[in-house]
Every structure is written in C-alpha cells, then in structure tokens.
C-alpha cells in the first residue's frame, strides 16, 4: 500500500493534476452521487466529498486492499459522504442513481470496455455522464509509456459504440486529456 500512496498521492502531483479543475469539469450538482471508478487509494475522494456535501462519493476499485484504504483515509478526514463499492472486473457494479462516473488513468485498465460502458450507461440513464481523463500521447515526466496509453480518438469511438456521445473534449492539463461523455449528447 506505501508504494501506491507514494505513486498516486505524491505531494507534487497536484500540481499537474489540478484536481480542482478537474473536478470543476464534472459540473456536479451538491445533491448528486459521484462515483469514482478506479480510485486507486483515493486521491480524487476529498476533492470530490466537498463537491457534493449533500450527496454522494462512491469510490469504486477491483482491489479490496485500496478500498480499505480509502474507508481509512475518508474516516481520519472526517468525510462522511463517502462509500467504497468493490467493483468485478467486467462490471462496475453502480448502484442506481449516479449521476457522474470519473475514471482518472483508469480507462486502459478496463477489458471488453464498449460492453463494459454500455452497461455503465444503462445505469446512469439519458442525462448521467462519464468523464475520462488520461494520459496523452507523447513523452512526459509522468505517467506510462505511449504502449499502454489510448489516443482520445480511440476512446470516443469506443465510447460511441458503447451508446454515449461526446460532449466536451477538454486539453487544458499538460499531459491528460479530458473527455466527458453521455447519451444525452448523442
Ligand atoms: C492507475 S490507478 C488510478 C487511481 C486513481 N484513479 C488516481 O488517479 O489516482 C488505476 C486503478 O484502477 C483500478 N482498476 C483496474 N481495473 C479496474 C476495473 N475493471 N474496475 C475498477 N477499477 C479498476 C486499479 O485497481 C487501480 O486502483
């Protein structure tokens, strides 16, 4: 677990993640459930709890050892909107409800992903979203080598076939892109 800690919640991460700004893309609602797929060991949590104090965060991960974590980290911050969900690997396993699903460097991870994101849009409805961010293409101090990153034009057509449509293509983060996806924009 100290090893992703260091690799996912490096002080100096913040400042090319701009989680702010980033949350700032997911136009949320303080009423809405937010669900926050790959956490990892919850860098995006606390950002997201404060966006949506009467709501929801749902932090979602295959690995149940990350979502101890997470449990841990959101109790010592005292932040009570918070709830991990252990997901399958071919399911997110959303509970209804969910307006906004974040996948931050998570994407690639994800197998069979236009039947995976077909079902994830059955669940979010006509009006819920997705927002992906990921690395670019090219070479940069972070992140993985080109092999195992997707070109955003990749991932809208996957996400096409899967039923969405792109709504806001967003380049603003020096080495992420940030693409934010729903059927309503079909
Ligand atoms: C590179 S980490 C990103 C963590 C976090 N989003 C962040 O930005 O710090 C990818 C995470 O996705 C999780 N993951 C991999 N496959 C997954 C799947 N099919 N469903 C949900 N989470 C998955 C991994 O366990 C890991 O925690």
Same mark, same amino acid.
């Given at each position: 677990?100290?090893h992703?800690?260091?690799?996912?919640?490096?002080?100096?991460?913040?400042?090319?993640?701009?989680? #702010?700004?980033?949350?700032?893309?997911?136009?949320?609602?303080?009423?809405?459930?937010?669900?926050?797929? @790959?956490?990892?060991?919850?860098?995006?949590?606390?950002h997201?709890?404060?966006?949506?104090?009467?709501?929801?965060?749902?932090?979602?991960d295959?690995?149940?050892?990350?979502?101890?974590?997470?449990r841990?980290?959101?109790?010592?911050?005292?932040?009570?909107?918070?709830?991990?969900?252990l997901? *399958?690997?071919?399911?997110?396993?959303?509970? @209804?409800?969910?307006?906004?699903?974040?996948l931050?460097?998570?994407?690639?991870? !994800?197998?069979?992903? !236009? #039947?995976?994101?077909?079902?994830?849009?059955?669940?979010?409805?006509q009006?819920?979203?997705?927002?992906?961010?990921?690395?670019?293409?090219?070479?940069?101090p972070?992140?993985?080598?080109d092999?195992? *990153?997707?070109?955003?034009?990749k991932?809208?057509?996957?996400?096409?076939?899967?039923?969405?449509?792109?709504?806001?293509?967003d380049?603003?983060?020096?080495?992420?892109?940030?693409?934010?996806?729903?059927?309503a924009?079909?």
């Open positions: 677990m100290t992703w800690v260091r690799v996912f919640d490096d002080p100096s991460r913040d400042a090319w993640q701009r989680p #702010a700004y980033v949350v700032g893309l997911l136009a949320l609602s303080p009423s809405d459930t937010v669900a926050d797929l @790959g956490t990892g060991t919850g860098y995006f949590v606390p997201l709890s404060k966006a949506v104090p009467k709501g929801q965060v749902l932090a979602v295959v690995e149940e050892k990350l979502l101890e974590h997470v841990q980290r959101a109790h010592k911050a005292g932040l009570g909107n918070v709830r991990t969900v997901a *399958k690997t071919d399911d997110a396993t959303l509970p @209804g409800g969910v307006s906004v699903v974040l931050v460097n998570t994407y690639h991870h !994800i197998g069979k992903r !236009i #039947a995976y994101f077909r079902a994830v849009g059955e669940r979010l409805g009006t819920g979203r997705v927002v992906i961010v990921d690395f670019k293409l090219g070479k940069f972070v992140g993985p080598p092999s195992h *990153k997707l070109a955003p034009e991932v809208e057509q996957e996400l096409t076939a899967a039923g969405f449509g792109r709504c806001k293509r380049d603003t983060l020096p080495y992420q892109y940030a693409l934010v996806f729903s059927r924009c079909r």
